[in-house]
């Protein structure tokens, strides 16, 4: 099993920046893809960032040029700081692992997720 905890959510001003990190612990031989997800009020959960094992990201097209994942193989964390914070950005961020643990079995983790506000 694996265990995510995620840090770094709260309140921001429009324009302004927050970094969110996720770390995995359990029985983990390797992490493979991770990314984050964020779902809004009313609105279904989306992808907002992934990154694989060598490095390539993605971003769903609003947060281009604005947010940045990054990852850490050897504390086994996601990150992803968000600049130029808009109030659209505002949701509850999920962060999502895929591991591949002692043992052969894989597993694919959400973390309980941490509330992002955008306000002035």
């Known amino acids: 099993q694996v265990q995510l905890v995620e840090s770094g959510g709260g309140l921001a001003q429009p324009g302004g920046s927050l970094r969110l990190s996720c770390a995995a612990s359990?029985?983990?031989?390797?992490?493979?893809?991770m990314a984050w997800y964020r779902q809004g009020p009313g609105k279904e959960r989306e992808l907002v960032a992934s990154?694989?094992?060598?490095?390539?990201?993605t971003y769903v097209d609003s947060v281009q040029g604005r947010f940045t994942i990054s990852r850490d193989n050897a504390k086994n964390t996601v990150t992803l700081q968000m600049n130029s914070l808009k109030p659209e950005d505002a949701a509850v961020y999920y962060c999502?692992?895929?591991?591949?643990?002692?043992?052969?079995?894989?597993?694919?983790?959400w973390g309980q997720g941490t509330q992002v506000t955008v306000s002035s």
């Open positions: 999502y692992q895929e591991a591949l643990l002692y043992g052969g079995t894989y597993a694919r983790t």
């Open positions: 359990g029985r983990i031989l390797r992490l493979t893809n």
């Open positions: 990154i694989d094992t060598s490095g390539r990201t």
